[in-house]
């Protein structure tokens, strides 16, 4: 399974809504997650399940989506977003990640 | 405290074998699903291997499919990989993180603490 990205980078100022959206190339009901990371650190586990947040993770992040379109959205971005962004698909294997978007300052 | 912790990597001739380890600390180890996934240097995220909690179940990526060997030890707390036939374009950090499972023991929905990663480098 494909997993496809958009945008593949974004330019954003603190406070913006931003959205980020995955795409499957085949349905893959719910088993989506979406992870940060920032360069030189392991990622971070933000939603899984395509809408459950991590725990300790803060509200401001969200997602949604099933079936092959999901996206992330982030209601108004803080300096410590500013990483890229990355969907994985657990539907079926082998296991796939998106390509990644990278948001950073504008 | 979860720790992962891995170890093992360096730099390796192409054709040559590594075993990576992973070590587990701060939580029920034989509760959870492992991964291993990598990355090359300024490139994204790749799955590489899965393997359930008692290690009777692994899965690979294509592109290690006969190569590489997930294992654990869940007496010691630690995850392995065996990596046999080097490749160039296996040259990357490499992540070992854990799943969590749901109460059926099936996991929940992707690894939720990862470990800081080790650097393979495949090169003569």
């Known amino acids: 399974i494909q997993l496809t990205q958009s945008p593949s980078s974004l330019s954003a100022s603190v406070g913006d809504r931003v959205t980020i959206t995955c795409r499957a190339s085949?349905?893959?009901?719910?088993?989506l997650a979406w992870y940060q990371q920032k360069p030189g650190k392991a990622p971070k586990l933000l939603i899984y399940?395509?809408?459950t947040l991590q725990s300790g993770v803060p509200s401001r992040f969200s997602g949604s989506g099933s079936g092959t379109d999901f996206t992330l959205t982030i209601s108004s971005l803080q300096p410590e977003d500013f990483a890229t962004y990355y969907c994985?698909?657990?539907?079926?294997?082998?296991?796939?990640f998106g390509p990644g978007t990278n948001v950073d300052i504008k | 405290e979860v720790q992962l912790v891995e170890s093992g990597g360096g730099l390796v001739q192409p054709g040559g074998s590594l075993r990576l380890s992973c070590a587990a600390s701060?939580?029920?180890?034989?509760?959870?699903?492992m991964h291993w996934v990598r990355q090359a240097p300024g490139k994204g995220l790749v799955w590489v291997s899965r393997?359930?909690?008692?290690?009777?179940?692994?899965s690979y990526a294509d592109s290690v499919k006969g190569r590489f060997t997930i294992s654990r030890d869940n007496a010691k707390n630690t995850l392995y990989l065996q990596m046999n036939s080097l490749r160039a374009e296996d040259t990357a950090v490499y992540y070992c993180?854990?799943?969590?499972?749901?109460?059926?023991?099936?996991?929940?929905?992707?690894?939720?603490?990862w470990g800081q990663g080790t650097l393979v480098t495949v090169s003569s």
């Open positions: 993180a854990r799943e969590p499972t749901r109460r059926d023991g099936y996991p929940l929905g992707g690894p939720d603490y």
């Open positions: 085949q349905g893959i009901s719910s088993y």
């Open positions: 399940a395509a809408s």
């Open positions: 701060g939580f029920t180890f034989s509760s959870y699903w």
């Open positions: 393997i359930n909690s008692d290690g009777s179940s692994t």
């Open positions: 994985q698909q657990l539907n079926s294997y082998p296991l796939t």
